[in-house]
């Protein structure tokens, strides 16, 4: 079974753009969820989707905002881009979704550069 | 919010030896506490969860600890190997938003 996969995998942006980050997950897995890694705060929850819909969301800027597609597949996009906004950029997908104590797995991340 | 503490600092041990890692954590208990182990470059991997109403659990050399009353889990590597060198991240989730401490780096000295 495909594991998680993340596109793309490095990106090098400047400040005010936006980015749009694309994640599928594994096949039957209909939650995904997006986190932000930074050496100084470590994994930040950004948001969960499940069945389309966002289910969860964490403390971060309406420039952070996503979607999920009917195939399960996600994407997420940042707009207005800034120099805070460097890091790896994480998705996990589940089967239900986090909130049930279930293993999420995880892809190997998208590495954002804001120049 | 939930705030979780892992060790900042890098663990150094040496092959063989058993690792330690803590996970103390703020506020409400956790209905469910993970264990992930993340290599540079590369998303984490799940490893082990342990339930509230758990206080241990093992998985092959790994075993768990979580004490409600401490707020604390540990997480022991036993028999340590140089291939056990990564970053160790605890998980926490009660309330539908899972929080992730920052991590533990071990290195197994050979």
């Known amino acids: 079974k495909a594991g998680v996969t993340q596109t793309p995998r490095y990106l090098i942006k400047t400040r005010g753009q936006q980015v749009t980050l694309s994640c599928s997950p594994i096949?039957?897995?209909?939650?995904v969820s997006w986190y932000q890694q930074t050496p100084g705060q470590g994994l930040q929850f950004l948001f969960e989707?499940?069945?389309?819909?966002?289910?969860n969301k964490g403390n971060f800027p309406g420039r952070f905002s996503g979607r999920q597609f009917s195939n399960s597949r996600s994407e997420m996009n940042v707009s207005t881009l800034e120099l805070g906004d460097s890091a790896l950029y994480l998705c996990?997908?589940?089967?239900?979704?986090?909130?049930?104590?279930?293993?999420?797995?995880f892809g190997p991340g998208t590495r954002l550069l804001v120049l | 919010s939930q705030k979780i503490e892992q060790n900042s600092e890098a663990l150094n041990i040496q092959e063989g030896k058993t690792a330690t890692l803590t996970c103390n954590y703020t506020?409400?208990?956790?209905?469910?506490l993970q264990w992930y182990r993340q290599d540079p470059g590369r998303g984490p991997v799940f490893l082990l969860l342990?339930?509230?109403?758990?206080k241990e659990k093992r998985k092959e050399r790994l075993k768990v600890t979580f004490d409600t009353t401490l707020k604390q889990s540990l997480f022991h590597i036993t028999a340590s190997q140089p291939a056990d060198s990564a970053t160790y991240l605890c998980?926490?989730?009660?309330?539908?938003?899972?929080?992730f401490g920052t991590g533990t780096k071990l290195q197994v000295i050979p």
């Open positions: 996990a997908s589940s089967r239900s979704g986090q909130a049930l104590g279930e293993t999420q797995y």
């Open positions: 096949s039957g897995h209909r939650s």
């Open positions: 989707y499940f069945s389309e819909t966002q289910r």
């Open positions: 506020n409400y208990s956790p209905a469910y």
């Open positions: 342990i339930r509230e109403n758990e």
């Open positions: 998980a926490l989730d009660r309330y539908q938003k899972v929080t």
